[in-house]
């Protein structure tokens, strides 16, 4: 399965607040209006549980059953145009009290991970968009769950880097240590820093190709520079990797008593951030409008499909939930043309669609649909 993904046909039954929804279409672009409350987000969630285990919002697979339904009357089908076109069917199955999540492909059952290879889902939801002004732990995620994209290792060594110092933080809070507790400790920590390098560089190797290609392509969005702001990743603009792995076992070892205190690992990966410069203002994002927030963040996921694109990464959908809240017809017009060039279909909400129905120049690519009429 590979190239343009579209999805031509989706049924939901017995989906959250929809007892039976059938879309069709061929467009580039599906713009989805109601009220609040609709179920209009639930339609792109239904979409996102193509590529995750329980949809965009990490929901409890009990809630995705309409509330009068049974898990067995659950469905979401599709009919997608990849290199042919397959009839997807997605269900539940109960079993010692617990759901999992069924994938069928033409009749047969494909894995989860099997299915993401072939089709990526990328989406923005409303909390992302305030990102910029949130922990620097929410925007180190998104940028690594981007890198994982792109870098097959990068979750594995995330993940086996979480699982060592969840060991080490065990170990210190030990009051006296055996000598092969010690030993084993030490080996904990260099194996730390072998990994932390590792996902440093990464990171800061995947923020390069993506400043170049802001850079490259001018396009209708503020040009912007990422940035690793870390004590690690200053390190390792001045420093060999070498270097930057000893300063890595030497703070954990100094570190192990306030670490022990706390309970939490005071110098390492975790504590690198994001930063957002856009070039024409002079000023770092988290610095600007709600709006100007909102633009440079849909700016970020553009240029990554973009560079998916240039890799010759065909196979993408495009999902934002209530995106033009908040932007003005200048922001919504850039958004508009360069969704028309990605080439990606893409759907979205909002409370209204009426003010987009007006623009001729998209009405051939795109589906108004009222939520509210169906």
């Known amino acids: 399965m590979s190239g343009n993904v579209r999805v031509l046909e989706l049924f939901l039954s017995n989906y959250r ?16 209006s109601g009220k609040n409350g609709s179920g209009k987000t639930n339609i792109l969630e239904s979409i996102s ?12 697979l009990y809630s995705l059953v309409n509330e009068k339904s049974k898990a067995h009357e659950f469905a979401v089908i599709l009919k997608l145009k990849l290199n042919k076109v397959v009839k997807l069917g997605i269900g539940l199955s109960s079993k010692t009290n617990n759901l999992r999540k069924i994938i069928k492909v033409d009749g047969k059952i494909e894995s989860n991970n099997k299915l993401a290879q072939h089709i990526k889902v990328f989406w923005l939801l409303p909390y992302m968009y305030n990102m910029f002004n949130g922990t620097s732990s929410e925007r180190r995620n998104f940028f690594d769950s981007l890198i994982i994209h792109v870098d097959e290792n990068h979750k ?23 000598e092969s507790q010690k030993s084993w400790l030490n080996t904990i920590e260099k194996k730390m820093s072998v990994l932390g390098v590792i996902i440093c560089d990464s ?12 850079s490259a392509n001018h ?42 205190i706390i309970g939490r690992t005071q110098f390492g990966i975790n504590k690198t951030d994001v930063k957002v410069y856009i070039k024409s203002k002079d000023m ?37 939930d209530d995106l033009f809240a908040h932007l003005d017809e200048f922001y919504i017009k850039i958004i508009l043309d360069e969704l028309v060039k ?18 001729l120049k998209y009405s051939d690519q795109t589906l108004f649909l009222n939520i509210n009429d169906m």
Not at 18 to 24: A, G, Q, V
Not at 157 to 178: A, C, D, G, M, V
Not at 287 to 315: H, P, Y
């Open 49 to 60: 549980l193509l590529t995750t285990s329980s949809g965009m919002r990490n929901a409890d």
């Open 219 to 260: 396009f209708s969005f503020p040009e912007i520079e990422l940035s690793l702001d870390g004590i690690i990743d200053r390190d390792f603009e001045r420093k060999p990797s070498l270097e930057v792995e000893k300063t890595i076992v030497k703070k954990l070892y100094e570190n192990r008593k306030v670490d022990s």
């Open 156 to 178: 594995k060594n995330l993940t086996n880097y979480q699982k060592l110092q969840k060991e080490r933080l065990k170990i210190i809070k030990s009051f006296s240590l055996s």
């Open 203 to 214: 990171r800061r190797q995947f923020l390069k190709k993506i400043n170049r290609f802001s």
């Open 284 to 320: 770092f994002v988290n610095d600007c409008s709600t709006g100007e927030q909102k633009i440079t963040m849909v700016a970020v996921i553009f240029l990554f499909i973009m560079f998916l694109k240039d890799r010759n990464v065909l196979n993408l959908i495009f999902l934002l």
């Open 17 to 32: 607040n929809h007892k039976s929804l059938k879309i069709e279409t061929e467009k580039k672009i599906i713009f989805i």
């Open 342 to 359: 990605l080439n990606i279909q893409t759907w979205i909400t909002d409370v209204s669609c009426n003010y987009l129905n007006k623009d």
